[in-house]
Structure formats: structure tokens, C-alpha cells
């Protein structure tokens, strides 16, 4: 039976690396005999270029039928006095489709060991999951804006807090059984919620272990050991800022993929970076963070372990060979990447 997934290209080099991991994809699908059915819809500043909204109507349908979501990139300064942003796109998409739990594995391939702002000692071998909640928070609470004085207010419930908790666990139960929840605990009262109930859910997996980190600690650790870390847990501000944190730990924001998982829908998989207006079109964008989050749709979403790990050790070859774009210190274009992990693949 042919599965549905739904590809969002979006803006800047959204397009190109979609392109990039639509192809390889194909190869895949080639191969191991798979059936999917792949149909683009406009989202984000195209959204708003095509239909007048950042989230059409159309696209959300579809994404809704979906059984995977792909999504390259989205924003730029085209867009930034519109109503919309294309961002309220996106954070429209979460909300509408439950995305609570946002998993972003970090890790650093030998290949780029020696590009990473951390001493390769540190490095090598890191190997860590940052889960972040996605659908609460500061982030979606009631705001104030007034002349001289603003507010945001912070919420999250027992609930909302226990069903990302179990989802840490659930992955620390696959890798090494450590989980670190990071809060802000001696200030927030929701971070004193959240820490007890942290400490509640983890007596369902007595095979794991639970740490907890207050949040200007882990960020330091990050940096100092990042091998520490096996899976790391945190709300939804906190989580946007550590994970981009880990995320330069490789030394380019293009390796890095990402999940979003909602607890009876669709997955959502996309690359941690932005749009990068400023080199769009010029097909030297670094693919690998689409590339990866297919796999991880293959993996997670689908089930299919193997050839989820075909297309990450062809890019692997592909980087020990030397070939790598610009980002990572190399002369691959976009194009040129994406043509030597086929070949790799064959």
C-alpha cells in the first residue's frame, strides 16, 4: 500500500535542499522496493506568495492526511512586515497537528571532527538526543505588549509535561538509559512542576536513570563535556536554546535533522536551520540535514531501520572521501553532494 508523505520545500534554499533529498529518496524507494506518494504544497513565505497565508488551508488538509511531513525551510526578510510571518505558519502546523515532542540527535561524523569549535577531544564520539516540548510553554502562553511594559506568561500542565518526560525515556530506553531533565527549579514555578513530575514519571522505567540539571548548568556542560549527555529533556524556550547550542557542536548547522512527533498523527521532519536567504539559489547549499531527516522519517515514521542506515552511511562515505560544500570547508556544490551519495548508494 502506498504511504503519503506530504513535502513542504518552503523558502531560500528549502527548495534546493528538498530537491536534494526528494532525489535520494527516489533512489531508496528504487532499491528497496518502497511505494510512497510525494506531493508538494506551499508553505511558509511561499504560502503567503501563493495563497496569502503562510499556512493555506490546502496545505494544512493535506498535512493532516498525511503519513510523514517533510519540510525544508522557511522565512526571510521578504516577508518580515507581513501580517503573517512565515513563522505563525509553522507554529500554526504544530499546534494543529499535536507536535509536542521535537527530537533533534546530535552527533559529529569523524569526517568533520576537526571543524568543530570544540576541542576534537570533546568532541569525537558525541553522541546525544535533545527532546524538547513543542507545544507549550512561554511560547503559546497569553502576551502583553503596552508602551512601557510586557508580559509573557509561562504554563504548562501535569500532563503536558508527563507525555514528554515518558517520550525521553522511551528513547533513552533504545541508547543508554540516561535521562537529563533540564529546568530552572530554585526560580520557576513551572520548572518546580516540571521537576516533580520528572522525578514521578521516571519510576515507570526503573531500567533508566534520571538526572536534573538546571538549565544555565547544562548549557555550560554542553560546551565543557558534551559526552555527558545521553538524552536531554526540557521545556519549550529552554529547549529551543539548547538545541541550537548542540547544534554547533558539529561546526555546521546543515548536518543536523530533526523530528516532530504528535502522540496519533503525522511526524513533521526537517532540518534544524533556517532558510539562508543570503545563499539561496546558488547550489551550494549543504544538504545533509534534509538528506538526514529523511532518514530518520524512514526510521521513525515507516519503520524501515535499513535503509534509514543506507542513506546515512553513504553520506558518510561520501564526506571521508573529501567530498563536502563550503559549509564544511569543501567545494561540493549541492548538486555535487547529492550525485556522489547516489552513486555511493549504487
Not at 11 to 23: F, H, K, V
Not at 58 to 84: H, M, R, V
Not at 90 to 100: D, E, N, S, T
Not at 167 to 196: G, H, P, Y
Request: charged share 25%; aromatic share 4%; glycine share 8%.
Amino acid at each position: 500500500m502506498s504511504r503519503r508523505i506530504v513535502a513542504l520545500p518552503g523558502d531560500g534554499i528549502g527548495t534546493e535542499i528538498m530537491d536534494s533529498a526528494l532525489n535520494i529518496l527516489a533512489e531508496i524507494m528504487v532499491q528497496d522496493n518502497l511505494d510512497f506518494d510525494i506531493e508538494r504544497f506551499a508553505f511558509g513565505g511561499a504560502g503567503i506568495d501563493e495563497k496569502g497565508d503562510p499556512l493555506p488551508q490546502e496545505t494544512l488538509e493535506a498535512c493532516e492526511q498525511a503519513d510523514a511531513i517533510l519540510l525544508g525551510a522557511i522565512g526571510g526578510p521578504k516577508w518580515d512586515n507581513a501580517p503573517k510571518r512565515p513563522e505563525q505558519g509553522l507554529l500554526g502546523l504544530r499546534k494543529a497537528l499535536g507536535l509536542f515532542a521535537n527530537i533533534r540527535p546530535i552527533s559529529v561524523p569523524d569526517a568533520v571532527v576537526h571543524l568543530s569549535p570544540l576541542k576534537e577531544e570533546n568532541v569525537r564520539g558525541v553522541d546525544f538526543v535533545v527532546v524538547r516540548e513543542l507545544t507549550g510553554g512561554i511560547y503559546f502562553g497569553e502576551k502583553q505588549l503596552g508602551e512601557t511594559q510586557a508580559s509573557d506568561l509561562c504554563t504548562y500542565s501535569k500532563a503536558e509535561i508527563q507525555r514528554i518526560i515518558r517520550k525521553a525515556f522511551e528513547i533513552a530506553q533504545t541508547r543508554n538509559k540516561k535521562v537529563t531533565s533540564v529546568d530552572k527549579a530554585n526560580v520557576l514555578a513551572t520548572s518546580k512542576l516540571w521537576r516533580q513530575t520528572a522525578e514521578e514519571v521516571a519510576k515507570e522505567f526503573p531500567d533508566c536513570t534520571l538526572e536534573n540539571q538546571l538549565v544555565d548548568s547544562a548549557a555550560m556542560v554542553m560546551i565543557q563535556k558534551p559526552k555527558q549527555f545521553d538524552v536531554i529533556v526540557t521545556e519549550n524556550l529552554f529547549g529551543d536554546i539548547l538545541s541550537d547550542e548542540a547544534s554547533v557542536i558539529p561546526g555546521s548547522l546543515g548536518m543536523m535533522p530533526s523530528a516532530s512527533h504528535s502522540e496519533t498523527g503525522p511526524s513533521l521532519y526537517e532540518p534544524i536551520h533556517g532558510s539562508a536567504p543570503d545563499i539561496a539559489n546558488q547550489n551550494i547549499a549543504n544538504p545533509m540535514s534534509m538528506i538526514l531527516s529523511v532518514a530518520m522519517m524512514l526510521r521513525q515514521s515507516f519503520g524501515l531501520e535499513e535503509s534509514a542506515k543506507k542513506i546515512e552511511a553513504a553520506c558518510d562515505c561520501v564526506m571521508n572521501q573529501g567530498i563536502l560544500t563550503t559549509d564544511l570547508g569543501g567545494k561540493a556544490t549541492t548538486t555535487e553532494f547529492t550525485e556522489a551519495v547516489i552513486k555511493e548508494l549504487h
